[in-house]
């Protein structure tokens, strides 16, 4: 059974900080891509960021030199750091699972999100 959880949410003002974790199990980080993306009340899910088994990374406009997303493949988790926050950036943010970098957007596999809110 392949698992995604999603960790660290929370509430906090403006211009402050989180680190959102990622647990992969059932199956072995190394090899594959891990994506972060957000759905706000009533909005559409969106991308946020992801990073490629290699260790490429690629982010939203929206967040870019906010937000870094990371892996430690040892402990099979990714993480997305938030600095500078905003009310903007309140959402359910969730983490995903594919074999490329390409595919993040369809997602093989999602977890069930964390939420963040950002108040001002």
């Known amino acids: 059974q392949v698992q995604l959880v999603e960790s660290g949410g929370g509430l906090v003002q403006a211009g402050g900080s989180l680190r959102l974790s990622c647990a992969l199990s059932?199956?072995?980080?190394?090899?594959?891509?891990m994506g972060w993306f957000r759905q706000a009340p009533g909005k559409e899910r969106e991308f946020v960021a992801v990073?490629?088994?290699?260790?490429?990374?690629s982010y939203a406009d929206s967040v870019k030199g906010r937000f870094t997303i990371s892996r430690d493949n040892a402990k099979n988790t990714g993480y997305l750091q938030m600095n500078s926050l905003k009310p903007e950036d309140t959402a359910v943010y969730y983490c995903?699972?594919?074999?490329?970098?390409?595919?993040?957007?369809?997602?093989?596999?999602w977890g069930k999100g964390t939420l963040v809110t950002v108040s001002s």
């Open positions: 995903a699972l594919s074999q490329t970098m390409a595919t993040i957007e369809r997602g093989d596999y």
């Open positions: 059932g199956r072995t980080l190394r090899t594959h891509a």
């Open positions: 990073i490629g088994s290699g260790g490429t990374t």
